[in-house]
T-cell receptor
Framework: SQQGEEDPQALSIQEGENATMNCSYK?????LQWYRQNSGRGLVHLIL?????REKHSGRLRVTLDTSKKSSSLLITASRAADTASYFC????????????FGQGTELSVKP | GAVVSQHPSRVICKSGTSVKIECRSL??????MFWYRQFPKKSLMLMAT?????????EQGVEKDKFLINHASLTLSTLTVTSAHPEDSSFYIC???????????FGEGSRLTVL
């Protein structure tokens, strides 16, 4: 079954501000991944966080994972207009053969 | 990172015809490929898991006779939408990985419009 809820569904901020997106999931996982998608395009892998990790950084991205609450957050600091895109979390659940199940996504709009 | 190529990127067809979408791993051998479907402004819905040399495993609610998946080689999987109807219009995205828990690489997607 598909799983993963993200909030907010849409987020509009000004350039330079930080953007925080949250993801909740339902089952135990091997890892959780965040992806970005520009309109009508394929997916770009941003970051992977394993179930035994609590926080991970990559450039302006910071991801946290709380397995007790089955939730994750993606923080984009000092946002730019080019960060405008949809952001999805995806879970690699235990005993599911490595398939990724995607959350509903957050549509981020960064205004210059 | 590794490259996954999808073809065609856009296809328009008449209702009742069948359409084949190809997904190729260009610089690695993909033991597993996944097919997703995405409606406008919606998330990706997993349709099926395709393993080389064996039958695809379909997610609940996905018609296997409607969406035929073939993974005949380690670098190619195909999705055929049979007897397409307007409600099959969607964005189809494939992804591939080299081994069971390796990184998943995504194609650029194929936009199908059925008239």
């Amino acid at each position: 079954s598909q799983q993963g809820e993200e909030d907010p569904q849409a987020l509009s901020i000004q350039e330079g501000e930080n953007a925080t997106m949250n993801c909740s999931y339902k089952t135990s996982i091997n890892n959780l991944q965040w992806y970005r998608q520009n309109s009508g395009r394929g997916l770009v892998h941003l970051i992977l966080i394993r179930s035994n990790e609590r926080e991970k950084h990559s450039g302006r991205l910071r991801v946290t994972l709380d397995t007790s609450k089955k939730s994750s957050s993606l923080l984009i600091t000092a946002s730019r207009a080019a960060d405008t895109a949809s952001y999805f979390c995806a879970t690699d659940a235990l005993n599911q053969g490595g398939k990724l199940i995607f959350g509903q996504g957050t549509e981020l709009s960064v205004k210059p | 990172g590794a490259v996954v190529s999808q073809h065609p990127s856009r296809v328009i067809c008449k209702s009742g015809t069948s359409v084949k979408i190809e997904c190729r791993s260009l610089d690695f051998q993909a033991t597993t490929m996944f097919w997703y479907r995405q409606f406008p402004k919606k998330s990706l819905m997993l349709m099926a898991t395709s393993n080389e040399g064996s039958k695809a495993t379909y997610e609940q609610g996905v018609e296997k006779d409607k969406f035929l998946i073939n993974h005949a080689s380690l670098t190619l999987s195909t999705l055929t939408v049979t007897s397409a109807h307007p409600e099959d219009s969607s964005f189809y995205i494939c992804s591939a990985r080299e081994d069971t828990y390796g990184e998943l690489f995504f194609g650029e997607g194929s936009r199908l419009t059925v008239l």
